[in-house]
């Protein structure tokens, strides 16, 4: 039986989505839910599984899609020069607001306010899911990078964002009910510990984000699907994802 102040995510499929607009409406909570220490996986493993892709620190590092900026602060204090970008004003007003001597502006990752060549890194850390214009935001990407450079990048494994598990235990079916190639929308319903939060994504194929990589002219140099890291399962139904991914990691290069 689950514990009842960690209720399980609900998700909603949804026909269309405005994922600026739904990010910036349910970023207080966000920004809540995120600075709870030990709260998320971001905490207990997430976010250094995902650095051991990151290069050293080098000339410049942005941070595509940073929201309240936990993973710029982080980045910072591992001597990366770090420039956060983000479309939701309350995301970022929260972001200055935690690190006022890193550099921070309010832009569509599609319409990126920075010159040719300006980084030599940019991380997408659970942020493309999240963009309404893939494409076009790692088009941008590559081009603020400078030859040489590496996107980094985690997403939501399309395989977790196109089904669901049928049950609590750690053997629990795995199934999608719809399409995994076609694109759709969804809402995930989060409560844990008297905090709840709204996530609203989009699902991809996994194709849909290689082929952006590619047409950007990025050529990827590292893919993995980690699974949830023993030291990290707190249940049988967070064992569940020692079976199936739960996110994507990447590195791409611009050659």
């Known amino acids: 039986m689950a514990h009842p102040s960690h209720r399980p995510a609900t998700r909603t499929r949804l026909a269309s989505a405005d994922l600026r607009e739904a990010w910036e409406e349910t970023a207080a909570d966000f920004v809540t839910w995120a600075r709870t220490p030990w709260h998320d996986i971001y905490w207990h493993y997430h976010r250094d599984v995902f650095c051991e892709l990151v290069p050293p620190p ?7 899609g940073c929201g309240e900026g936990r993973l710029s602060r982080h980045l910072k204090a591992l001597d990366h020069e770090v420039v956060g970008v983000d479309a939701s004003p309350t995301m970022l007003a929260a972001a200055r607001e935690a690190a006022r001597d890193t550099e921070t502006h309010l832009a569509d990752a599609a319409a990126l306010p920075f010159a040719d060549g300006a980084f030599d890194c940019v991380i997408a850390f659970m942020s493309l899911q999240d963009i309404d214009d893939l494409e076009g935001a790692v088009s941008e990407a590559a081009r603020v990078l400078e030859a040489g450079g590496r996107l980094c990048f985690a997403i939501v494994h399309p395989l977790n964002s196109a089904g669901s598990f049928e049950g609590e235990l750690a053997d629990s079916p795995f199934v999608i009910g719809g399409s995994y190639l076609d694109r759709s929308f969804y809402a995930d319903r989060l409560s844990r510990d008297g905090l709840e939060l709204t996530l609203t994504s989009a699902h991809r194929p996994l194709q849909a984000y290689t082929e952006a990589l590619a047409s950007a002219g990025l050529v990827i140099e590292r893919l993995r699907e980690p699974a949830v890291p023993e030291h990290a399962i707190a249940s ?11 996110f994507v990691h990447g590195r791409a290069l611009k050659p």
């Open 58 to 64: 080098g000339r410049r590092t942005l941070d595509l």
């Open 236 to 246: 049988p139904r967070t064992r569940r994802w020692q079976r199936l991914p739960l």
